[in-house]
């Protein structure tokens, strides 16, 4: 697997810490605002994604853009893809951010919603893109980078002929690790903050599907182990938790890779097990490119912005200019 140079990232002295790195950028972004103009696609099995879109300056169309997978229980909305909309400003390139299954302000229509390895509505919406762009890069967000390098490598010879590149960051790659590690006691403020979400999600659905979903205790489940074992696996056609984990885990993926992606991991995440830092098991790889910084928390690198770019957006978008 090459590695990618770019500038080394320096946290700041008074931010420096696994948990500060991830929540202050967090809060600190959420100011930004994005103009968004809204699109339905509707799905080949009757569901639906809302797809919104940020053009670019300067231009009236481009033939390009970004398109931007949130991590878990995000949206368009989120701190780190508004700040991607942000930087993006002064490239001729629109921002399209897919709100996920039911991440979108409305319920979804299926008592499925999305999950770490769902690939076939990313399929759906390039086909809808290579309508309007000649170009689409990639990009994901923790879930959202997991889906997108599962995609990219596992059916290789099958990814849209409009993608030119791809790019994940704070990727759970190995999803079973990455579960457990966010388990852990330390980390139990993430593990309260998804489950309850996650808990709302569901006794909506309940009220909507009351035969095929019963939500009684859901919000008493302690952790990704209970939730993907009741929830996330029966409705997905997974046997347990561990196999929805074991077979949608990008790690399985990347030595097949062949367009040109990059995977930013910090190795301070508190949420990315070791397997999140792959090295010999895809060194095979001739196209995925590598930058694990020793700091970075969770979709954080905080610090001053370089052209109104955040670290890992500068390395980002320098990777895909470059392509």
């Known amino acids: 697997m090459p590695t990618y140079k770019c500038p080394p990232y320096r946290c700041p002295f008074l931010l420096r810490g ?56 995000g949206s368009s909305g989120a701190p780190y893809v508004k700040s991607l909309a942000k930087a993006l400003k002064g490239l001729p390139w629109d921002l399209v951010a897919m709100n996920m299954r039911g991440c979108s302000e409305e319920p979804n229509r299926a008592v499925r919603f999305y999950h770490s390895g769902e690939t076939g509505d990313l399929r759906e919406v390039l086909s809808h893109l290579e309508t309007r762009y000649r170009r689409v890069f990639l990009f994901g967000f923790s879930l959202g980078g997991n889906v997108v390098l599962k995609y990219m490598g596992e059916n290789a010879d099958r990814v849209n002929s409009v993608v030119a590149g791809a790019v994940a960051v704070s990727a759970p790659i190995d999803l079973e690790g990455s579960a457990l590690k966010i388990g852990e006691r330390r980390n139990r403020f993430y593990m309260r903050r998804f489950i309850r979400m996650l808990s709302l999600k569901i006794e909506a659905k309940a009220q909507l599907y009351p035969e095929e979903l019963d939500a009684s205790g859901v919000r008493g489940l302690k952790d990704f182990l209970d939730f993907d074992g009741r929830f996330t696996a029966p409705l997905n056609g997974f046997s347990s938790a561990q196999d929805y984990w074991r077979r949608c885990s990008a790690l399985n993926w990347l030595r097949d890779i062949r367009v040109p992606s990059l995977l930013i991991n910090a190795r301070n995440d508190p949420f990315l097990s070791p397997a999140c830092f792959p090295a010999s098991d895809v060194e095979e790889s001739a196209s995925l490119y590598s930058v694990f910084p020793d700091r970075g928390g969770h979709l954080g690198f905080p610090g001053l912005r370089t052209r109104d770019r955040a670290w890992h957006e500068a390395v980002a978008l320098g990777f895909l200019e470059a392509l």
Do not use: Q
């Open 18 to 73: 696994e948990h500060v790195e991830t929540i202050v950028p967090n809060l600190s972004r959420r100011r930004i605002g994005v103009r968004y103009r809204r699109a339905r696609l509707e799905l080949g099995d009757g569901d639906f994604v809302d797809l919104d879109t940020a053009a670019a300056t300067g231009t009236e169309s481009s033939d390009t853009c970004v398109l931007a997978l949130h991590g878990l229980e």
